[in-house]
């Protein structure tokens, strides 16, 4: 039903446009797709959550993570169910995870680390780890992107060292992890995506 509402939007658009071309009409679609089909996505996931025990935890996620992902980019599934159920194992599985592990300081300090470590080498490599739907082809575009998926990673996981709060650091912490292990090439495979940027160059030095 949303990929009918899009198609018809999309082809509305070109009408009215008609300097939108077949390949910036899929663009188009795809964003539209994500616009629309994140509203009830969103709404399906807090019910979950909420059914879980774990709304306003689960609510804290999605915003904390937010920023970070905008920069560094991850996998999209292809069905709007599979997005749904990968989407609320994420941020619900988040929610739960820092709500009932309990990590004394020194351990907190040796797994940020690792996660650090591990987040620079991802993004220094994929980052921003778009896909060939949407792809980040202007390289000022993607150098600030990279820049701030640096910047973004670290000053989260530095708040996350300096919150009292175990379970909202908790959030942070396994939040960056998990975002991270999004934009991965192993990721990717599962997901059946390919990165837009690597894949626009294969193709042009065809």
């Given amino acids: 039903m949303v990929e009918t509402i899009c198609n018809n939007l999309t082809l509305k658009i070109k009408k009215k446009i008609p300097d939108v071309d077949d390949e910036r009409a899929q663009v188009i679609n795809y964003g539209l797709q994500l616009a629309i089909g994140e509203i009830p996505k969103t709404f399906i996931i807090l019910f979950m959550a909420w059914t879980a025990g774990v709304f306003n935890l689960t609510l804290l996620s999605i915003l904390i993570i937010m920023p970070y992902r905008a920069v560094v980019g991850g996998v999209h599934l292809k ?50 780890a778009d896909t060939e739907d949407v ?72």
């Fill in 135 to 206: 792809p980040i082809l202007r390289k000022k575009e993607r150098k600030m992107k990279k820049i701030l998926s640096y910047a973004i990673m670290t000053i989260m996981l530095g708040i996350s060292l300096g919150i009292k709060n175990t379970i909202i650091s908790n959030l942070i912490l396994f939040g960056t992890m998990l975002q991270t292990i999004t934009i991965t090439r192993p990721m990717y495979k599962i997901a059946g995506n390919k990165y837009g940027y690597e894949e626009y160059i294969k193709n042009s030095h065809k």
């Fill in 79 to 128: 069905t709007h169910i599979g997005c749904v159920l990968a989407t609320a194992t994420f941020y619900i599985g988040n929610a739960l995870l820092s709500k009932y592990i309990i990590l004394d300081k020194t351990i907190q300090y040796m797994i940020t680390a690792i996660v650090w470590i591990f987040a620079v080498s991802m993004i220094s490599l994929y980052a921003p």
